[in-house]
C-alpha cells in the first residue's frame, strides 16, 4: 500500500526475468551487460537493458526481496522523490561501473568485459539511507552476545547478492558510492537528476492505477508507515496487538462485572488540570477552565476498533490531550 513504484519494480523486472530463463533463452544476449559492446560496438542500449533485468534468478529473488523492504523510503519521501532517488542512483552508478572497471584494469591489470544484470546500482544504493535513516531495535540475541535486529535480515540479503557473482563487487560498490553522493547532496546531484513534475504526473494518471493497492482492511492500524519513529517488525507488532487486545477483554469483563462508565474524574484529573498546581484545593472556575480538546476521529476510530466505548475513547483522548498512547494506557490499566 502507498508504494506503486515498489510494486512495478518488483513485478515487472521479476516477471521478465523469469520469462527470459525458462522460456526465452535465446533472448538473453540483449539483456546482458556487455562492456565490451558498450565501449567498442558504442551499443548504449545495452546500458539500459542490462542494468534493468537480472538474467539470475537468485540475483532476481534477492533484489525482489530488498525492493520489498526499501519500500519505506517511497512511502516516506513520496513516489517522485524516491523515483529520483532511483534514476540519480541509477546514472551515478552506471558512470561509476565505468569507472571502476578502467581503475581495476589500468592498477589490478584485471579485464572485464561484462557485469552481472540487473537493477542492482540503485538497490544497494538503497542500503545508505537505509542505513542512516532507518532505527536498529534490537529483536533477540543469538549466545547471549550476538544481536538481532529488525534490520539484520536486510543486510543478510545484501550479502548474499553480494557474494552471488563474481564481479557484483563493482555494482555493490559503484551503488553505495552513488547512494552517497546523492543521499549527502553533494554537488546538488539531487538538483539535477529529478523526475519532472510533469512526468511524475504522467505516470500518476496512467501506471499508478495499475500498481497501486487497497489499504489492509483486516487488520487494526497501528500507525506503522512513512515516519522517523522506530519502525517495529510485523511478527513484533503482532504480538503486541495480541497482548493488548487480551488486556482489554480482561478490563471489558472487568467492567461488565462493576457496572457503568469509567469514572474520568478520578483518573485524570491531574491530565486535565496540569496547568493548575492548587487544584487539590479549589475547583477551577468556568473562567479558568479551558477549552475543550479537538479530537481526532481517527484516534476515537482506533481505540473502538481495540474494543472501547466511543464515549470513553473520547473521554480518554480529549483528558491526554489528544495522546494516543497515554490514552490507551489509561484506557488499559483502568
Known amino acids: 500500500d502507498k508504494a506503486p513504484l515498489s510494486k512495478s519494480l518488483l513485478l515487472v523486472p521479476s516477471a521478465i526475468s523469469i520469462l527470459l530463463t525458462l522460456l526465452f533463452q535465446h533472448y538473453q544476449k540483449f539483456f546482458a551487460y556487455n562492456l565490451q559492446a558498450i565501449k567498442e560496438d558504442f551499443q548504449i542500449w545495452r546500458i539500459v537493458c542490462g542494468r534493468t533485468i537480472c ?9 525482489s526481496l530488498l525492493i520489498y523492504n526499501f519500500r519505506i523510503f517511497e512511502r516516506r519521501y513520496g513516489s517522485r522523490k524516491f523515483s529520483s532517488f532511483l534514476l540519480g542512483a541509477w546514472m551515478l552508478s552506471a558512470l561509476f561501473d565505468l569507472l571502476l572497471v578502467e581503475i581495476s584494469e589500468y592498477i589490478f ?3 572485464i568485459n561484462s557485469l552481472p544484470s540487473g537493477f542492482l546500482g540503485p ?19 543469538v549466545l547471549g552476545h550476538f544481536s538481532i535486529t529488525n534490520k539484520t535480515l536486510v543486510y543478510i540479503l545484501g550479502l548474499q547478492l553480494l557474494t552471488s557473482g563474481s564481479y557484483i563487487w563493482i555494482l555493490a560498490l559503484s551503488g ?32 499508478e492505477p495499475i500498481f497501486s493497492s487497497a489499504e489492509p482492511t483486516n487488520e487494526v492500524r497501528v500507525g506503522m508507515g512513512a515516519t522517523v519513529d522506530i519502525q517495529r517488525q510485523q511478527r513484533m507488532e503482532l504480538l503486541d496487538r495480541q497482548i493488548m487486545m487480551s488486556q482489554v477483554a480482561q478490563m471489558r469483563r472487568q467492567r461488565q ?35 475543550p480538546t479537538e479530537v ?9 476498533e481495540m474494543g472501547f466505548s466511543r464515549g470513553d475513547a473520547l473521554e480518554a483522548l480529549r483528558a491526554s490531550n489528544n495522546d494516543l498512547n497515554v490514552a490507551t494506557n489509561f484506557l488499559l490499566q483502568h
Open 123 to 141: 538497490v544497494f544504493a538503497l542500503f545508505v539511507p537505509f542505513y542512516s535513516s532507518i532505527p536498529r531495535v534490537q529483536v533477540t540475541q
Open 296 to 304: 481526532s476521529e481517527e484516534q476515537v476510530a482506533r481505540l473502538m
Open 257 to 291: 462485572q462493576q457496572g457503568g462508565m469509567i469514572n474520568w474524574n478520578r483518573l485524570f484529573p491531574p491530565l486535565r488540570h496540569r496547568h493548575n498546581a492548587n487544584y487539590q484545593d479549589h475547583r477551577p472556575s468556568e473562567q479558568d477552565t479551558p477549552p
Open 176 to 207: 553505495l558510492v552513488s547512494g552517497i553522493c546523492y543521499n549527502s547532496s553533494i554537488l546538488k546531484v539531487h538538483r539535477i537528476l529529478c523526475v519532472p513534475s510533469w512526468v511524475a504526473k504522467i505516470f500518476s494518471w496512467t501506471l
Open 109 to 111: 591489470g584485471i579485464t
Open 55 to 63: 538474467l539470475d534468478l537468485k540475483d532476481t529473488f534477492c533484489s
